[in-house]
């Protein structure tokens, strides 16, 4: 699937390269920005960004879940924040806002 449109990059290379970071360093934090840096691209309309944090939450679970001493305390924390802070605004709107 097509995740940036601006760079043509798909979710499978997001993914590749966020294994990637997380071979480097399993306890990093990773944005977007980061995994944008490692592929030698930039964010130019930014629009994929939601996308991004999204796949990098879903890889990063899987990736602690799959390796020794997951550390289920840890992603349990991780997903009470992500509730408490989570995506229920997108650039300070509502969810039923539509842009066009």
Not at 81 to 90: K, W
């Amino acid at each position: 699937m097509l995740i940036c449109h601006c760079n043509i990059i798909t979710e499978k290379e997001i993914e590749q390269t966020i294994i990637g970071l997380l071979d480097e360093d399993p306890w990093q934090l990773i944005v977007p920005a980061k995994v944008y840096h490692a592929m030698r691209k930039r964010g130019r309309c930014c629009g994929c960004f939601p996308n991004v944090v999204e796949t990098i939450i879903r890889v990063t679970e899987n990736y602690h879940a799959r390796s020794e001493g997951s550390g289920a305390d840890h992603l349990d924390r991780v997903r009470g924040l992500r509730v408490q802070y989570g995506s229920r605004f997108h650039e300070r709107r509502s969810a039923d806002h539509r842009a066009a």
